[in-house]
């Protein structure tokens, strides 16, 4: 598995690359939305503009995010990933309503021009190309362990199901159903809320210190009760930041070592625990065993969950 540094350098530029796709795709969309009459087709450039904004949000995080910890930030910078999540989140939110009310007030007037056949031809080939970056940023963000990029990749693929909006609300256009069109692009801002209530809800959830997941806390645990001189664990406990784990763990030794073989001890905990994936920092605290408790017996003895 690639080093902390140079997977936040593979989700880095995955993330400039959604930037030059997005770029493209906004032009694209609503220069052959305004010439091809199709509302749902420039709803969905919106949306791809908003995706410009949010690609590049998430690039400047990940970049933010490499920086080593300093006298301000002693964690590092992490988390500005999470920070990076939630302007995604927020620019989804404000583009769909912004799409739901130019579809909604497009009821109140008469049927406009049927969408051409190349408006059509776009927003059925914008799916297939978004299905491509969202596979493409899915492989590098699971790589990774990037929720930041796993944000983007995700909005990618609303985008493919918003653009099939688009293209079924241009086909029953042209096949002459009354303001298909404009019920495509309000179906296409219902989504693209959705989508970044989702996120945003994700983010709050990583800058509260969401814990990491369970088979992390049971791989600390056995790369902890692995070292010799440990007798059990008393606690652990986690916090994400961004893609990277803080560990605080409190383990248990014989109550008759000595300090400097209580300290080797520790210290040889930190080790492992900072050679599994992603780990950032651990914090170990030493406990005595109590009374009666040998050190042949100390893996059998209870752990705290």
């Not at 709803?43 to 910890?69: F, K, M, N, T």
Request: glycine letters at 10%; proline letters at 5%.
């Amino acid at each position: 598995m690639p080093e902390p540094g140079q997977e936040l350098r593979f989700s880095e530029r995955s993330a400039w690359w959604g930037v030059v796709g997005n770029l493209a795709l906004t032009a694209i969309k609503i220069g052959v939305g305004v010439v091809g009459h199709s509302q749902a087709l420039v709803a969905d450039g919106v949306h791809s503009a908003a995706d410009l904004a949010a690609s590049a949000a998430v690039a400047v995080g990940l970049r933010i995010s490499q920086q080593p910890p300093d006298e301000g930030h002693n964690y590092g910078h992490a988390k500005a990933e999470a920070v990076a999540q939630k302007v995604v989140a927020v620019l989804l939110i404000l583009a769909g309503f912004e799409l739901g009310t130019r579809g909604l007030a497009a009821f109140a007037h008469p049927v406009p021009e049927v969408p051409s056949a190349l408006a059509l031809a776009v927003a059925a080939a914008v799916m297939v190309l978004k299905e491509g970056m969202y596979r493409s940023q899915r492989a590098v963000a699971r790589r990774t362990g990037s929720h930041a990029l796993m944000a983007s990749a995700l909005d990618n693929r609303m985008d493919v199901i918003s653009s099939g909006l688009a293209t079924a609300g241009i086909l029953a256009s042209r096949l002459g159903v009354p303001h298909a069109d404009a019920l495509g692009a309000v179906g296409v801002a219902g989504l693209v809320v959705w989508l970044g209530v989702q996120l945003f809800g994700q983010a709050a959830n990583d800058l509260m210190d969401r814990a990491a997941g369970p088979e992390t806390v049971a791989a600390i645990r056995a790369a902890a009760q692995g070292v010799e001189g440990v007798l059990g664990i008393s606690e652990v406990r986690t916090r994400m930041a961004g893609a990277m784990v803080l560990v605080d763990i409190a383990i248990v030794v014989d109550r008759k070592s000595s300090l400097l073989d209580a300290h080797a001890i520790a210290h040889a905990v930190e080790e492992a625990i900072l050679a599994l994936p992603r780990m950032q920092s651990v914090m170990v605290h030493v406990d005595p065993a109590p009374d009666g408790v040998s050190p042949q017996g100390g893996p059998g003895m209870r752990s705290e969950p």
